[in-house]
């Protein structure tokens, strides 16, 4: 199966530390979008990258978040002096790209959930 | 600004009833509308989506939408409920293509 994967699934750490995330879009997917998932709400948009070029960043994505995709392929979302409100799931989707956005398909993948104790 | 808001945060159904999930929107300019289905731990899949032209809109699973502009509604139906239609679904809207807007979801729970 080729579709988007997500690295880890789970990651528990402790306030203040650094993680970082990993996804892995579907193979030839232009597009690269970050959602972060809370308890009983749904996703809310973080960010998104065309090709390697991070295009928008929601407000939600304060200084000690960052996200990456160097070659335009996978991309990495680090989260600096985690704190106990950054708890959630962090969901990546990916979408071809070649369309007008919003015919332009997006595929998830199964998410990071992150605990900070 | 857009928001979504889905009435109704439980709907249980019974096996072959009608299903129907309500989605009321918020949008200043044309929005674009979907519906996603999320699984016990997999990620979520498109339904299915309007962007312009015909207002009833089918997608996979047996499952369609209707966009009522004059109710700001974009609520999903499906004729008979099955055992594996168990699921969250979340309503989205967009007006420019690449922000996304969710409701807060609707667990669906199907009854024997």
């Known amino acids: 199966d080729t579709g988007v994967s997500q690295d880890p699934r789970h990651k528990i750490t402790k306030r203040g530390q650094n993680v970082t995330f990993r996804c892995d879009p579907i193979?030839?997917?232009?597009?690269l979008y970050w959602y972060r998932q809370t308890l009983g709400q749904g996703p809310e948009f973080l960010t998104y990258?065309?090709?390697?070029?991070?295009?928008?960043k929601s407000r939600l994505l304060s200084d000690r978040f960052s996200a990456e995709r160097p070659k335009g392929s996978f991309s990495t979302l680090e989260i600096q002096r985690t704190e106990q409100g950054d708890s959630a799931m962090y969901l990546c989707?990916?979408?071809?790209?070649?369309?007008?956005?919003?015919?332009?398909?997006?595929?998830f993948g199964p998410g990071t959930r992150l605990t900070v104790l | 600004a857009q928001s979504v808001t889905q009435l109704g945060s439980h709907v249980s159904v019974s096996e072959g009833a009608l299903v129907l999930l309500r989605c009321n929107y918020s949008?200043?300019?044309?929005?674009?509308l979907f519906w996603y289905v999320q699984y016990p731990n997999q990620g979520l899949q498109l339904l299915l989506k309007?962007?312009?032209?015909?207002?009833l809109v089918k997608g996979i699973n047996g499952f369609e939408a209707e966009f009522k502009k004059s109710e700001t509604s974009f609520h999903l139906t499906k004729p008979s409920a099955h055992m594996s239609d168990a699921a969250e679904y979340f309503c989205?809207?967009?007006?420019?293509?690449?922000?996304?807007?969710f409701g807060t979801g609707t667990s669906l729970t199907v009854i024997p």
């Open positions: 309007y962007t312009t032209g015909a207002t």
């Open positions: 949008s200043s300019v044309p929005p674009y």
């Open positions: 990258f065309q090709n390697e070029a991070q295009l928008e």
């Open positions: 193979s030839e997917h232009n597009r």
């Open positions: 989707a990916s979408s071809l790209g070649l369309a007008e956005l919003p015919t332009d398909t997006q595929y």
């Open positions: 989205a809207v967009s007006v420019s293509g690449n922000q996304f807007y």
